[in-house]
């Protein structure tokens, strides 16, 4: 992951602006072809499954791998 700053949010503001400014044609066109792009439509569904439960519990790394194990068919 890299490290957001000042200079990339500045980049991501003046798309984002730029994109809102197009005609919805336009707008429809360019998400379009980012989810034809496969690597991009996965990273975009992985940030929305984490934007999703980003207000759930933690809980420690192996405590989710015995609650895998247990869980799966044998």
Known sequence: MKIKTRSTTATAEI???A???LP???????VSRLASD???R????????C????HEPTRPFRT????RSRKKPR
Do not use: G, H, N, P
Not at 24 to 30: A, G, H, N, R, T
Not at 64 to 67: A, D, G, K
């Open 24 to 30: 919805k044609i336009e707008q429809q066109e360019v």
């Open 38 to 40: 496969e690597e991009f």
């Open 15 to 17: 798309f984002w602006t």
């Open 64 to 67: 989710y791998l015995e609650e």
């Open 51 to 54: 934007e999703e439960r980003r």
């Open 42 to 49: 996965e990273d975009l569904l992985d940030i929305a499954v």
């Open 19 to 21: 994109f809102q400014s």
